[in-house]
C-alpha cells in the first residue's frame, strides 16, 4: 500500500475568510473520528460538536482574512473560536464542509453531490 500524499488544497469562502482545507482523510483522521462514536440502543451516535472540533482541528490547514491589529492571525481552533458572532455559525458552516468533502463521510458526499 502507498503513502497516500496530501496533495490538493481546497479553498472555502466564508464572509471575507478564505479557509485552506485538506481534501483527502488519512488513516489517522480516520482512527480520531471513530474514537468519537458510541453506540446507544444498535444506534452509532456521535457528538455533533466534537466530531466538527475534531474535523476541523485535523482539515484545516491555513486561512486568509483573518487579523488582529492589523496583523495577520495564523489559523488555530482558539482563534477560529475568537471570531466575532455571527448569524452564521463559522464552525457549523466549516464542519459541514469539511464533512461533505473529506471522504470520511461517503454517503454525505453522495448527498451532497445530488443537491448540487
Known amino acids: ?3 497516500q500524499k496530501q ?10 475568510i478564505t ?4 481534501a483527502q482523510a488519512t488513516a489517522g483522521d480516520r482512527f ?8 446507544d440502543k444498535g444506534v452509532v451516535v456521535v457528538p455533533r460538536r466534537e466530531l466538527y472540533r475534531t474535523l476541523i482541528k485535523r482539515f484545516v490547514v491555513g486561512w486568509e482574512g483573518v487579523t488582529e491589529d492589523g496583523k495577520p492571525v495564523p489559523f488555530s481552533l482558539e482563534n477560529l473560536e475568537r471570531l466575532p458572532a455571527d448569524n452564521e455559525d463559522v464552525i457549523l458552516f466549516l464542519g ?7 471522504g470520511l463521510f461517503p454517503a454525505a458526499e453522495e448527498s451532497s453531490e445530488k443537491k448540487g
Open 19 to 22: 479557509f485552506r482545507v485538506r
Open 32 to 39: 480520531e473520528i471513530d474514537i468519537l462514536y458510541d453506540v
Open 96 to 102: 459541514s464542509f469539511i464533512v461533505n468533502k473529506s
Open 7 to 16: 496533495g490538493e488544497i481546497l479553498e472555502h469562502k466564508w464572509k471575507d
Open 1 to 3: 500500500m502507498e503513502i
